[in-house]
Nanobody
C-alpha cells in the first residue's frame, strides 16, 4: 500500500508564506504526476498545482505567480511553496499522486492539512 502524508499547514496572516510537504511511502516502482488540491468549506475540491515526472508544472489561475510546486524524486516528496497568501486561500490542502506499483498505476490521496489565512 502507498501512503501520502502532508505537513506544513497552519495559521498565517495575509501576505505571509507557508510551505507544504507531502511524502509518499510504501511499495512504489515510480511516481508520475504529483499534485496539490484544496477544498474550502462549502466548495468543491479544486486543483491548485500539478507537477509531472519531468517537472513540468501547471497552476490554477488563482495561484499563479504566488505558489510554486516542486518535487524531490529521491525523497518521493512534493512541496508547495505558498507566498502572498490571501484569506481566500484558506482551505484543507490535499496531496495527490499517480503511483506505479509495478505495472499497475493507482491514484492516492493524503489526509489533508489545514491552511488558514487570517489576521
Amino acid at each position: 500500500q502507498v501512503q501520502l502524508v502532508e505537513s506544513g499547514g497552519g495559521l498565517v496572516q495575509p501576505g505571509g508564506s507557508l510551505r507544504l510537504s507531502c511524502a509518499a511511502s510504501g511499495t512504489m516502482f515510480d511516481i508520475y504526476a504529483m499534485a496539490w488540491y484544496r477544498q474550502a468549506p462549502g466548495k468543491q475540491r479544486e486543483l491548485v498545482a500539478v507537477i509531472n515526472s519531468s517537472r513540468r508544472t501547471n497552476y490554477a489561475d488563482s495561484v499563479k505567480g504566488r505558489f510554486t510546486i516542486s518535487r524531490d524524486n529521491a525523497k518521493n516528496t512534493v512541496y508547495l511553496q505558498m507566498n502572498s497568501l490571501k484569506p481566500e486561500d484558506t482551505a484543507v490542502y490535499y496531496c495527490n499522486a499517480d503511483v506505479n506499483r509495478g505495472g499497475l498505476v493507482d491514484n492516492y490521496w493524503g489526509q489533508g492539512t489545514q491552511v488558514t489565512v487570517s489576521s
